[in-house]
């Protein structure tokens, strides 16, 4: 019984239960599971077009995804990488509206702006932690809105595009947009949505495999969340360490919203994230917060979202099911354990 | 009427009734946190109360109980928080991020399966939508003494009553519980559904008392925003709810502001009431205590 429980409680019960808590939505929905899956399966990964797309959702997870990881390792709840990637995906869109040059230029420039963006919004749930012992949970939770509300008004206001008729900046640039993914032999994805954003955002999901791993600050990041008492007496400074992860945490989401105006919108509004940066708590939980398996995990919530709208289309089931059904993922994957203690934590 | 005056009174009556929601979720935090359990899921809480109301609202045609429904749907998401914080000793944190997944999710599943529309229910019947004066309804007043009579009886609860302070002891020390032969759990379990229960008549507040429907994010952060009250209000109910109105005033404010301050446009004014409960937590440097055994599973 306890082994069952202990298997069942990992990620492959978690997948076990989305199919089965899928099947019990179509259900629900008054539509057969088989239909159901079918519709989702063939949006997602029937062809060439549902497979750009469900890359395209794997990406706009993958970043978010792998900032929560970070994070999570040092042992902070970053809850905020919705606010983080707008953020990313402001700094990169106000100044891409306006910035005229070679691709080479503009493109790095851009992304290292959302970035920025998102670091300093990572940051300053950081500063509020290390410098006043503000609970990071409510910070970044809180930021998430305050990021919507100051995106909101400057896309309606002073970043408004004068020829737009919506809220939204004005497009980039064609030479600040992501080059479209390479052609795979006859494969070619020029006509989809799909951008070497995908490549980018595994390189990153590399770099920080290799950083957690094998560098002396990977070892004190993951000592500050695994052990944070023992951390302190060895002479990590934790403060310093709280901001750092916290803002590069939100970095990585940034790149993420920046990865999003060059690659998918070319310019920015606030409908940027449908709710990526809540569904990557889901993701980064599922891939164990290894940033390896967080590509997995991103691909797998790829699937879901991207075939969620064609099974909203094709088959009649609200898309919505999809998000119970990752909620439910998390609730399950709770019990396991995260955290070596909160009880050092700031008061939530 | 001058018109500083009748704006004064408007400002008074709307931060009351923008508290209402906020002090009935800051209460169940607190009966939450003092027993041990941090209710990040207070969100996703509010939201199925919300949802629920205006769905048995419509089923019936009774907003009344479509208010104990809201009060109903709420306990039992308390209920999944509290079985999993206690028997599964899952980590309170992540488990009530997916309450709340679930809950906006189950939502706007729910608006399209049951009222066939995304995005917004139908209008229902509100409740008591008199004007007892003409700032505030029946409805309205009778919530906030409700909520008054809320945090008087948690008071009194957690204090003056045998079972209260086991409750508070499970927040401190839950050892201790089980060493005077009861079983700390399932008070935290009990905790934890009444904190469900307060949250999802916050929820319901919103949906059938202020307006007539339910809308997808109506709750907006507000389960958050009484987290925060939580902490600023020092794990007590009469703190909490004076903090709750705190940010309720803000919330207030940005209506009462809103096209009055030409250079403060609307949308950067609907960051006041997060940007206070920022403030908040972090002035509150070194001056606070959780519970001993808050967050921490047993």
Known sequence: ?348 | MSTGVSLMLTLLFLTLIKSVPIVYAALGGVISERAGVVNIGLEGMMTAGAFSAVVFTNLTGSPIIGLIAGLFFGAVLGFVLGFAATFFKVDQIVAGVGINLVALGGAAYGLVLIFNQPGASPQVTQLAPEQLLPQITVAETAMIVLGLLCAFGLSWFIYRTPWGLRIQACGENPRAVTDAGLNPLRLRLYAVVASGALAGLGGAFLSICEVNLYSDGMTAGRGFIALAAVIFGRWTPWGATGAAVFFGFFEALQYVLQGRISWLPSDAMQALPYLAALFAIAGLVGRVRAPAADGVPY
């Open chain 1, 1 to 348: 019984m306890k082994v069952v429980l202990r298997v069942l409680a990992g990620p492959a019960g978690a997948l076990l239960l989305a199919f089965v808590l899928a099947a019990v939505a179509m259900l629900i929905a008054g539509v057969s599971p088989l239909d159901g899956f079918g519709a989702l399966f063939s949006g997602s990964l029937g062809g060439r077009r549902p497979i750009a797309e469900t890359l395209v959702q794997t990406t706009a997870l993958l970043f978010p995804a792998l900032g929560v990881s970070l994070a999570f390792r040092a042992g902070l709840f970053n809850i905020g990488a919705e606010g983080q990637l707008l953020m990313g995906g402001l700094f990169a869109g106000a100044v891409g509206a306006h910035f005229a040059g070679p691709g080479w230029l503009v493109i790095p420039v851009l992304l290292l702006l959302g970035m920025v963006g998102g670091g300093i919004w990572g940051g300053i749930a950081g500063w509020l932690r290390a410098r006043f012992n503000a609970s990071e949970i409510i910070s970044t939770l809180m930021l998430n809105f305050i990021a919507l509300s100051l995106a909101g008004y400057l896309v309606a206001g002073p970043l408004k595009s004068p020829l737009a008729s919506g809220a939204e900046t004005a497009p980039l640039l064609p030479s600040g947009w992501l080059p479209a993914f390479p052609t795979i032999g006859s494969l070619s994805f020029g006509d989809t949505r799909l951008t070497i954003s995908i490549l980018i955002a595994i390189a990153t999901a590399a770099v920080l495999s290799f950083i957690f791993t094998r560098t002396v600050f990977g070892y004190e990041l993951r000592a500050a969340g695994e052990a944070p008492e023992a951390a302190r007496r060895s002479g990590i400074n934790m403060p310093r360490m709280t901001l750092i992860a916290l803002a590069l945490s939100g970095a990585v989401a940034g790149l993420g919203g920046a990865a999003i105006v060059t690659g998918v919108l070319h310019r920015f509004n606030t409908a940027l994230s449908p709710g990526y940066g809540y569904t990557a708590i889901a993701v980064a939980l599922v891939g164990d917060l290894n940033p390896l398996w967080v590509c997995v995990a991103a691909f797998g919530f790829g699937i879901l979202e991207a075939g969620g709208l064609a099974m909203q289309a094709n088959a009649g089931v609200p898309k919505d099911a999809i998000h119970v059904i990752e909620g439910l993922i998390v609730l399950v994957l709770a019990a396991r354990r995260y955290f070596a203690t909160r009880a050092t934590g700031a008061p939530v």
